[in-house]
């Protein structure tokens, strides 16, 4: 089976500038969700995703959104790029909804970096 | 809000000896669910052990196991006959049935020296 898959590994932009970051889940989760990881520190919750629908969302200001295709597969797109954005994106999926024992399976992340 | 924190920033261990990691959490539900993971450098989050709050059984996984103190909110981790491929970042997590979102503390990185 395939594990989860993140697109780009690092990604530089500008303050303003808009990001889309991709992640393919492991084949048969339909569950996704994706956290902010700023250096020296834990993961942060930014949403999840269930077949298709945002079920859980942390406290990240709305220029944070997302998207999960029928294949399961997400995006994290953020608008108006902010210093403080600068951080470790990680993807994680899951097999079934809301269980919330769940092992979540992490991707690698995505490093961005905003100038 | 539920929160995690590890006291612990950093921890060292010989090889083949032992060590425990802290976490203490703050929760006002009953009912949830907590988290070890692991984060080498590959950045990848690998999950090492959890624990349902109903059990009072505490989990274990091979060389790690938990010692799960319900009433006084604290989750600490056990490594046992530790192993080089064991250095790393510990994240305790906390997940309950009211959010979809799962708590992570600050975390605590691991040196296990030869």
């Known amino acids: 089976e395939t594990g989860v898959t993140q697109s780009p590994t690092h990604l530089i932009k500008t303050r303003g500038q808009q990001v889309t970051l991709r992640c393919s889940s492991q084949?048969?989760?339909?569950?996704v969700s994706w956290y902010q990881q700023a250096l020296g520190q834990g993961p942060q919750f930014i949403f999840q995703y269930y077949r298709e629908e945002e079920n859980g969302r942390g406290n990240f200001p709305p220029r944070f959104s997302g998207l999960q295709f029928p294949n399961y597969s997400s995006e994290l797109n953020v608008n108006a790029l902010e210093l403080d954005d600068s951080a470790l994106y990680l993807c994680a999926s899951s097999p079934g909804g809301v269980a919330t024992n769940e092992k979540l399976f992490f991707g690698s992340g995505t490093q961005l970096s905003v100038l | 809000a539920q929160t995690v924190t590890q006291s612990q920033p950093e921890m060292s261990v010989q090889e083949a000896e032992t060590v425990t990691l802290s976490c203490t959490y703050d929760?006002?539900?009953?009912?949830?669910?907590l988290f070890w993971y692991k984060q080498p450098p590959s950045r990848q989050m690998i999950l090492v052990i959890r624990q349902e709050a109903y059990k009072q059984q505490n989990a274990t996984e091979n060389r790690f196991s938990v010692n799960f103190q319900k009433a006084a909110k604290s989750f600490s981790l056990k490594i046992s006959d530790s192993q080089l491929g064991d250095a790393a970042m510990y994240f305790c997590a906390y997940r309950n049935e009211v959010n979809n979102d799962m708590r992570f503390g600050a975390g605590t990185r691991l040196t296990v020296k030869p």
């Open positions: 084949s048969g989760h339909n569950t």
């Open positions: 929760t006002s539900e009953s009912d949830y669910y």
